[in-house]
């Protein structure tokens, strides 16, 4: 069963982040383990965001169309689907840390085969390889986070994974930025070339680290998960009570797979139906900002609103890469504090103003220094506004939410809905502007954006401080 009984740490990861309030966790072990794990999804980000600008270089060098370069980027999306729903299942068959290992493995092997890629082909092949390697590590490291962590370290581990995928993002801008002077047909092939070394040292460092002690269980091994468990506790008596915990997880009767996406997509109740509702919108509202679409393509928008160099455009898109992972800073600091409504309004209305914004400045037409400025000052509001509350709170929603035998196929089903979502929109930027011209897009995203307001404001409860447990009574209450 993939992960049935592990939604309930997974949900527990992404629960409210209790940062702002705690004293730092006492077990630096623990913290050092999960660090190690959260690290793959540095190279997940650097592997994803590298395309924005490695694209102006491959376009030039293997003479791809339009249509191939967005297909090249924008399928990623679309292949990890397979990998995201087969990772609960290899993730129990091989464990926590096993299936990391071999996330960094696909990650290595990815970049090789990109910076070797000699066409078309053979580069859709090598995204294709990466996208195993990304779609492993975005479920089994919040897992194995979870797994692992003492509750006192437990908000800070979830933040951890959304800086570090922010960080690997900041990375690539950086080096498609410090890379662009060499010659075309090197430039990009050795910005993923980079990515090649950091892999096998981290799958090293993963094999140090110890199993989850809830797999450990699973599997029958007793007295090895008690051990993990007293060295990644705070106390010998929590380490004991974690141990309890556990054993009556592993050993209570549990459904099988079937019985759960059963409930979830055929027969749902009423509760299970309305958080349904806020699962997929929530999901599918987030990438309907055409977000990601402006990450991966800002280069080409910088080109139409009138930056004529590759390293003034590669270096506003730097500024983008240092603005989102800023403010999703600040989402990790006050997500408690404020409650995930007023986030998620005020970042839904901020992408809607800002949207809108640029898609008038692209109107102008002609190009002065002085609309290409606003052009650059309208992407990074969007992009703050947007990391402020949608880009990382849907996925803490939706854990917290869903009931704890759904939550690690209700994450799955979220995230296969995100990923969808994403690959549709960044797949069809290109064309969908050739039609309805570029500032065209940036209107229908600031409707989704305006779409996502209203969505909030009239369906969605609020679910800072409540218990796990008191989520059922909040769903069940009809409104």
């Known amino acids: 069963s993939a992960m049935a009984h592990d939604g309930a740490s997974h949900g527990a990861t992404t629960a409210p982040l209790l940062a702002s309030t705690e004293k730092p966790p006492r077990n630096m072990y623990a913290f050092g383990c999960a660090t190690l794990a959260s690290m793959t999804t540095i190279l997940m980000g650097y592997n994803l965001a590298l395309m924005s600008g490695a694209q102006l270089f491959i376009r030039e060098d293997l003479g791809l169309t339009d249509e191939q370069v967005e297909v090249l980027a924008g399928s990623m999306n679309v292949y990890m689907l397979v990998s995201i729903l087969a990772a609960g299942w290899a993730?129990?068959?091989?464990?926590?840390?096993?299936?990391?290992?071999?996330?960094?493995?696909?990650?290595?092997?990815?970049?090789?085969?990109?910076?070797?890629?000699?066409?078309?082909?053979?580069?859709?092949?090598?995204?294709?390889?990466?996208?195993?390697?990304?779609?492993?590590?975005?479920?089994?490291?919040?897992?194995?986070?979870?797994?692992?962590?003492?509750?006192?370290?437990?908000?800070?581990?979830?933040?951890l994974l959304d800086i570090f995928v922010n960080v690997g993002i900041l990375l690539s801008y950086v080096s498609n930025y410090a890379l662009a002077g060499l010659p075309v047909h090197l430039s990009w092939r050795v910005m993923y070339a980079i990515g090649v070394l950091p892999p096998v040292?981290?799958?090293a460092g993963v094999l140090a680290m110890p199993e989850s002690p809830r797999w450990l269980a699973m599997r029958g091994r007793e007295a090895d998960a008690r051990a993990v468990l007293v060295r990644t506790s705070d106390t010998a008596a929590e380490a004991e009570l974690r141990f309890e915990e556990i054993?009556?997880?592993?050993?209570?009767?549990?459904?099988?797979?079937?019985?759960?996406?059963?409930?979830?997509?055929?027969?749902?109740?009423?509760?299970?139906?309305?958080?349904?509702?806020?699962?997929?919108?929530?999901?599918?509202?987030?990438?309907?900002?055409?977000?990601?679409?402006?990450?991966?393509?800002?280069?080409?928008?910088?080109?139409?609103?009138?930056?004529?160099?590759?390293?003034?455009?590669?270096?506003?898109?730097?500024?983008?890469?240092?603005?989102?992972?800023?403010?999703?800073?600040?989402?990790?600091?006050?997500?408690?504090?404020?409650?995930?409504?007023?986030?998620?309004?005020?970042?839904?209305?901020?992408?809607?103003?800002?949207?809108?914004?640029?898609?008038?400045?692209?109107?102008?037409?002609?190009?002065?220094?002085?609309?290409?400025?606003?052009?650059?000052?309208?992407?990074?509001?969007?992009?703050?506004?947007?990391?402020?509350?949608?880009?990382?709170?849907?996925?803490?929603?939706?854990?917290?939410?869903?009931?704890?035998?759904?939550?690690?196929?209700?994450?799955?089903?979220?995230?296969?809905?995100?990923?969808?979502?994403?690959?549709?929109?960044?797949?069809?930027?290109?064309?969908?502007?050739?039609w309805i011209t570029m500032p065209g897009c940036f209107f229908l995203y600031a409707a989704m954006a305006a779409t996502a307001y209203v969505f909030v404001f009239l369906r969605l409860p609020e679910t800072k401080g409540r218990t796990l447990e008191e989520m059922d009574v909040l769903f069940s209450k009809n409104q």
């Open 201 to 203: 040292l981290l799958a």
């Open 91 to 159: 993730a129990d068959l091989l464990g926590r840390r096993g299936t990391l290992v071999l996330a960094n493995g696909f990650l290595m092997a990815g970049a090789l085969a990109m910076s070797l890629g000699g066409s078309y082909a053979a580069l859709m092949a090598a995204r294709f390889i990466t996208s195993i390697g990304v779609g492993f590590s975005l479920v089994v490291a919040p897992v194995y986070n979870a797994e692992i962590s003492p509750a006192s370290a437990r908000g800070v581990l979830s933040s």
């Open 247 to 434: 054993k009556r997880v592993v050993e209570a009767p549990r459904e099988a797979d079937s019985g759960v996406w059963r409930e979830l997509i055929f027969r749902p109740s009423a509760m299970v139906r309305r958080i349904l509702v806020f699962v997929v919108g929530l999901n599918f509202l987030q990438q309907a900002f055409g977000v990601d679409a402006i990450l991966l393509y800002s280069p080409l928008m910088f080109k139409k609103a009138g930056m004529s160099s590759n390293s003034a455009i590669l270096g506003a898109t730097v500024a983008i890469g240092v603005v989102k992972t800023c403010f999703i800073l600040v989402v990790s600091l006050f997500s408690d504090r404020f409650g995930r409504r007023p986030l998620l309004l005020a970042s839904a209305g901020g992408v809607a103003a800002s949207l809108t914004g640029l898609a008038l400045t692209l109107c102008i037409g002609e190009t002065s220094p002085a609309s290409t400025a606003a052009c650059v000052a309208f992407t990074l509001a969007t992009v703050a506004a947007f990391s402020v509350g949608w880009g990382s709170l849907p996925s803490t929603y939706t854990a917290e939410i869903t009931p704890l035998r759904l939550r690690a196929q209700g994450s799955s089903l979220g995230m296969a809905v995100n990923r969808l979502t994403c690959g549709v929109v960044s797949m069809s930027f290109i064309s969908l502007a050739g």
